[in-house]
């Protein structure tokens, strides 16, 4: 990064929307590419009632060229005054600095020198994860840790998310609807068409509805599912 005077604290910023601007970003390894922030202010079942992070470069502040900054999240189990039981079951693993488990670190958005602000959707409130380990509030606490990777741009676009959203968004459910017809198809409309049931769009928009009421966004994590 530039201004080499700056230290990363006063490089990136998040804002939850309605509260106060986190710019205490601390690097976690020696590269200076790393990050992490732990949401304080905010945890327990408040969590879920966070729909989105704005993620933001700080005025004056640029990326190394090409490169890009990935915001990530993970869940943080930590067992209250009294209790060992902080979240065990997969995808939770032992923190090596004490007793809190996490999960693995999961992508929001990111952001680059062309686009230095975002605001990116979380999830956090039909993630099932989340709200099994807010279930088990009664033996530990729920926090979120942030985390943030200064990246190649081609790593960046190779996941998608620095295109525009609606655009990306339209594609993925096209590709969805797409995959779901061509495993009806019977080969023998040829030269390029595509035979199937006349209830097809009624069939898949059945399931689409169904899949995302487990997860809403299925279909951005692999378009190739049926």
């Known amino acids: 990064m530039n201004q ?5 604290s006063q490089v990136l910023g998040v804002l939850i929307p309605g509260g106060t601007v986190r710019t ?25 009632s966070v729909s989105e992070l704005i993620f933001f470069l700080l005025p004056g502040v640029t990326l190394p060229p090409d490169h890009g900054a ?7 189990s930590t067992p209250n005054p009294g209790s ?13 600095t ?3 488990t996490t999960t693995e670190f999961e992508l929001v958005g990111a952001i680059a020198n062309h686009k230095p602000s975002g605001a990116f959707r979380t999830g956090w409130s039909t993630n ?18 942030l985390g943030v990777s200064i990246e ?11 295109q525009d959203k609606t ?17 009806f198809d019977t080969g023998s409309g040829g030269g390029g068409n595509m035979v199937v049931p006349k209830n097809i769009f009624e069939r898949w928009m059945s399931r689409f509805e169904a899949k995302a009421r487990v997860d809403p966004n299925f279909f951005m994590k692999n378009s190739d599912e049926s």
């Open 4 to 8: 080499a005077q700056q230290s990363p």
């Open 24 to 48: 205490d970003f601390i690097p976690s390894d020696p590269t200076g590419t790393k990050f992490t922030l732990a949401l304080t202010g905010i945890n327990g079942k408040e969590i879920a």
């Open 70 to 76: 990935m915001l990530f999240w993970q869940i943080v």
């Open 84 to 96: 060992n039981n902080a979240m065990t079951s997969t995808p939770f693993s032992a923190n090596t």
């Open 98 to 100: 004490g007793t809190a």
């Open 128 to 145: 099932e994860t989340l709200s099994a380990a807010m279930n088990n509030s009664a033996s530990s606490s729920v926090t979120i840790n």
């Open 152 to 162: 190649h741009m081609s790593s960046v676009q190779n996941i998608g998310v620095m």
């Open 167 to 183: 655009t990306h968004v339209a594609k993925k459910i096209a590709t969805d609807l797409f995959n779901y017809m061509q495993s």
